[in-house]
Structures are given as structure tokens and as C-alpha cells.
């Protein structure tokens, strides 16, 4: 076609241009072909500057890029245009009268419950948490803890020793991180420690050769076995309630002297205390004792200046006694139909 007025026709396309409205990619398309595609109708309008005369071919060389910028430009507007009606869309197509995908709640494993709240008893008074190595040296697990050479908590009957190796194991309670933070650390020092240790036991449903301890350990100048007892009546009542009655009973570890074991009355009155306690109403919690002169003195600190004390509580126990779990098992298999029944508990 060869119009006969090439100017009136270049304004009549940028027109047209504008007032361009695409309803969806295809019309997007042929748009595109209609003014940038390859036989676009703008290439014969330029090919008519031959008939121009010559003091206005600058003018109309002008006009026909105006023509094509014009069309650029209009078909990046539609192109935007059309990607978000079609977001849009997608977003209008949601039917907000649906019931909401079912929102799947975790839940906090028995044996960190129990550790979470020792922790938050006796960060109230001050202890802070310190954190470490689940495989030890000897030394910090035993040696410095005054475990002597022949302790048979030493053989490989109750010791994971790791291959090939007499000195590095997977420490056999969390009393390692005494020797480590006394040995890194100046007194006063007031830690509790709670992580994982291993025995080397036959697992059972009373016994497991993995399960969880809370370290704790009170250093400074004049600390005395009365601070322990206070100490220790004050977690017992946080713990099993205001009314809480406790017992100190002489026992052995190497590490402390004077050593106890504490029990705590859970009476007699039901079948389930009864059970727990062996007919006696007292339950075993930790051991507990003032930390040995020689301890002291191995990790460097001044036996003559500072003393101390130290507990180490089971986590799991308690967490089987709190949930009613009748098998230590049940705490390391993973199994969610056991897990997910404590996903209401906080
Ligand atoms: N480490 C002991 C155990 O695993 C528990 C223990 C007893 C820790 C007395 C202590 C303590 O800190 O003073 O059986």
C-alpha cells in the first residue's frame, strides 16, 4: 500500500499505538509483530523518504523514530500490564472460604522439658549455662575429677573409648565440664551444665548407654555445705512444689567430700509413689557434695582460698517420672506417635 500522504499516515499509526489496549499475550503478539516484528508496518513508511523532498527528509527520518519509540515504549507498558493482570488473576483465583492447610505444631522432647525447666531454676539465682564437648579426654572426665587410675568407672566395661585410643572417649558424665570451665575460668564460678553422656551399659527399660545429666558447680570464697543444702531445698521446691520435703544421705564420688545423694518425698499415699519409691516415699534426684580440695587443686584453683559445691542430676528419671514413661527406650526410638503426645506441654 502507498499512501498518499506518508506523514498523516505516520500520525494515524501513533494513534493507533496509543490507543493500543492488549487483553492477553497473544494480543501482546501481535501487537509486537504488527509495529517491531520483522515486516512491521513502519519499514515501508521509511522506505517512502525517497519521495520526500529533500529540505524535509531530516523532518520525516525524525517523525518515523518517533514512530518506533512510540512503539517500543507502548509495548513495555503492555507487557507490564499484562503480567500483572495475570498475577492478578492467579491472586483472585484464591477462595479464602476454604479451611486453612492444617498447620503442623512440633513439640518439645520430654527429656528437654524437664532439662529446659531445671535450667530456668537455677538461672533465677544466678547459675549460667555452659556448654561442652560430648568427647572428652581422659583427663577432664577423670583424671582431674580425682578419679583414680584403678576406678572401675574406667574399664571398658562402662567407658566408650574411641577406636584405637586410651585416651579420648565419649565422657561418662557431665561432670567433665567442671574440669573444663575451672581450668579456663577464675572463681567465683556458678555454672550448671546440662548435655548428653554415654555408658557403656546393656540397654534395658530401666537403663540406656546414652541418657542426660545437669551439671551444677558453685565456686567461691567461704561456700559451705549449708549453701549447698539451701541451694538444693530451693531447686527441690521450684521443682516438685512449694511443700517439698528433702533428705541428704552420705554417699561416695571421687570428686567431692563430703559426698550425698539427695532423695525427695513423694509420700506414699497412691500406687504410683509407692512404685516409684520403693514403698519408701523418698526418690533419688541427684548427687551432690562440696567439691574435693584436690579437684580444686588440679584445675589450678587455691584450695586454701576458694571452696565449693557441686550436683549432678539425671534428666531422664525424672522426665519418666513426670510423663509416666514406662520405658527409658521410648525417649531415644523417635517414634512421633510417642513424641507428638507432649506437643500440648510447654
Ligand atoms: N557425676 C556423677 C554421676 O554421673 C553425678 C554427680 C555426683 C555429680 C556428685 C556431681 C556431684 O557434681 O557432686 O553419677
Request: charged share 25%; aromatic share 10%; net charge negative.
Amino acid at each position: 500500500m502507498m499512501a498518499d500522504n506518508p506523514w498523516k499516515e505516520i500520525e494515524d499509526y501513533i494513534s493507533e499505538i496509543n490507543n493500543s489496549v492488549c487483553e492477553d499475550a497473544a494480543a501482546l503478539e501481535t501487537f509486537r509483530i504488527r509495529f517491531l516484528g520483522s515486516k512491521n508496518v513502519v519499514k515501508p513508511i521509511f522506505g517512502q523518504i525517497r519521495n520526500i523532498e529533500n529540505e524535509r527528509k531530516k523532518e520525516f527520518g525524525q517523525k518515523v523514530n518517533e514512530l518506533k519509540s512510540v512503539a517500543e515504549a507502548k509495548y513495555a507498558e503492555l507487557e507490564i500490564a499484562i503480567k500483572q493482570s495475570t498475577k492478578s488473576a492467579a491472586t483472585q483465583n484464591i477462595d479464602l472460604s476454604l479451611p486453612a492447610e492444617p498447620f503442623k505444631q512440633g513439640s518439645r522432647h520430654p527429656v528437654s522439658l524437664v532439662m529446659n525447666r531445671i535450667i530456668d531454676i537455677f538461672e533465677k539465682i544466678g547459675f549460667v549455662t555452659a556448654e561442652e564437648r560430648e568427647i572428652e579426654d581422659d583427663w577432664h572426665n577423670f583424671t582431674a575429677m580425682n578419679t583414680p587410675d584403678d576406678h572401675p568407672a574406667r574399664d571398658m566395661q562402662d567407658t566408650f573409648y574411641l577406636k584405637d585410643s586410651v585416651n579420648y572417649l565419649l565422657r561418662t558424665h557431665t561432670s567433665s565440664v567442671q574440669s573444663r570451665v575451672m581450668t579456663s575460668q577464675e572463681p567465683p564460678i556458678r555454672i550448671i551444665a546440662p548435655g548428653r553422656v554415654y555408658r557403656n551399659e546393656t540397654i534395658s527399660a530401666r537403663s540406656h548407654c546414652q541418657f542426660h545429666q545437669v551439671e551444677g558447680l558453685f565456686i567461691d570464697e567461704n561456700v559451705s555445705f549449708a549453701d549447698m543444702k539451701q541451694t538444693l531445698l530451693y531447686f527441690a521446691r521450684e521443682m516438685y512444689g512449694p511443700e517439698t520435703k528433702i533428705r541428704l544421705r552420705p554417699s561416695y564420688f571421687p570428686f567431692t567430700e563430703p559426698s550425698a545423694e539427695m532423695d525427695v518425698f513423694m509420700g506414699t499415699a497412691d500406687e504410683k509413689s509407692r512404685k516409684l519409691t520403693k514403698g519408701t516415699g523418698w526418690l533419688e534426684v541427684l548427687g551432690c557434695g562440696m567439691v574435693d580440695p584436690n579437684v580444686l587443686e588440679n584445675c589450678n584453683i587455691d584450695s586454701k582460698k576458694y571452696s565449693g559445691f557441686a550436683f549432678g542430676i539425671g534428666i531422664e528419671r525424672s522426665a519418666m517420672q513426670k510423663y509416666d514413661i514406662g520405658d527409658i527406650r521410648w525417649l531415644f526410638e523417635n517414634d512421633v506417635r510417642f513424641l507428638k503426645q507432649f506437643s500440648t506441654v510447654i
